[in-house]
């Protein structure tokens, strides 16, 4: 008899986290998403109680204060929460796989002991800073320094589009330690806003994900202690590219939730929407847009699994990663436009929730690494150099 290892069903436990995730974003998240996107304020209420149930540490070992899941169980609630709200979504997958991991993967015991288990219980929120105002996708151009006095490090500069910038109070920043060596002389430090001279500018007005607070971040001759450096000096881009392959898993989650909760709202407002007769869902236009978004929305989930999959298990996941990415991030933009014009009129006003999900999505094609980055990844390792 012929017998396969592959299996599409989750575990009981992740069945189980998968209905907590959904259950906590319909009741917690939901009755709030207009307002928080109107106001633009974040929502620390909502991220306290993410702490509280585990959501912020989630691939944390209890030891440290998180929850001890992994790299699936993570795409699974960061699915479900997007699928109610994106921009909650984004704040949890960044303060998760960039901020938090990035400390716990590569600093010493004392740095995980103080930050880390902060981080993972949801007592503060963590930033990520790679990103400068002339080093978006050419990130190993940067212009912050950190420069070596003894026992301490002197950082100078600035990052923009910090995900957590404001409300953040504690961010892995990476700078060159030796400019002479490019990519090569950039090393990751912790910051945390008691330093004198850290703190954060500019919060951008965005078009979408408008209660994710995206702010920049300022140094102004900061002094690090030497003991705040995560791993040695010049390997900070290295890490940088390892945090963001973990990153790019959890937004290809994000951008399933967002295609599905946008998926789901098109096809309620189909079936109900009377025209020339007949609900519009039994019109040929309409079910075959509504045919192609159910499909695309499948496989972008299955891409996006065997990416978490391949984490979980210890095997190469970067062009897996970057494929779940792009592919995930492209469905979601376009399943959220088609689920605006499926509203017709409808779909352009704030009363129905598709036009927030088409204004949300498009930052997933940019974000954590732009479509055009992915294709240069998975081209490279595919056929070499591009």
Request: include cysteine; proline fraction near 3%.
């Amino acid at each position: 008899m012929f017998t396969s290892a592959i299996s599409f069903e989750l575990s009981q436990e992740q069945q189980q986290i998968r209905q907590l995730a959904r259950d906590f974003a319909e009741t917690e998240i939901h009755p709030h998403v207009a307002y928080f996107d109107e106001t633009q304020e974040f929502p620390h209420e909502i991220f306290r109680k993410l702490g509280e149930l585990g959501f912020l540490g989630i691939l944390i070992p209890p030891e440290y204060g998180g929850a001890g899941l992994g790299a699936l169980d993570c795409a699974i609630i960061v699915e479900e929460i997007a699928r109610v709200c994106p921009a909650v979504a984004l704040g949890v997958a960044a303060h998760n796989g960039l901020c938090t991991y990035h400390i716990y993967r590569y600093g010493s015991e004392d740095l995980r002991r103080t930050y880390v288990v902060p981080l993972s219980r949801g007592e503060t929120l963590g930033a990520w800073g790679l990103t400068e105002p002339g080093s978006g996708s050419d990130a190993g151009s940067m212009r912050t320094v950190a420069i070596s006095n003894g026992d301490y490090y002197i950082i100078r500069g600035s990052k923009n589009f910090i995900t957590h910038g404001n409300v953040g109070s504690i961010a892995v920043v990476m700078a060159l330690t030796d400019p002479d060596k490019g990519k090569r002389g950039i090393s990751a430090f912790v910051v945390d806003k008691t330093m004198p001279g850290f703190y954060a500018s500019k919060k951008e007005n965005k078009v979408g994900m408008r209660c994710s607070d995206t702010a920049s971040l300022a140094f102004d001759d900061v002094r690090v202690p030497a003991s705040h450096r995560l791993g040695e000096e010049g390997d900070g881009f290295q890490q940088a590219l390892a945090i963001l392959d973990g990153g790019r898993i959890t937004i290809a989650a994000l951008s399933v939730g967002l295609a599905q909760g946008a998926f789901e709202a098109a096809i309620r407002y189909a079936q109900e929407r009377v025209q020339f007769g007949k609900p519009i869902a039994e019109h040929q236009g309409i079910a075959m847009k509504l045919a192609r978004m159910n499909m695309e929305i499948e496989a972008a989930r299955l891409l996006t699994y065997r990416a978490a999959w391949l984490r979980d298990n210890g095997k190469p996941f970067r062009r897996q990663a970057s494929q779940a990415k792009l592919f995930a991030s492209e469905v979601a933009v376009r399943t959220a436009e088609d689920a605006v014009q499926i509203h017709g009129g409808y779909g352009y006003i704030k009363e129905y929730p598709v036009e927030k999900y088409w204004r949300d999505s498009k930052l997933l094609t940019i974000g954590e690494g732009t479509s055009e980055i992915q294709r240069m990844v998975i081209a490279r390792s595919l056929v070499g150099n591009v």
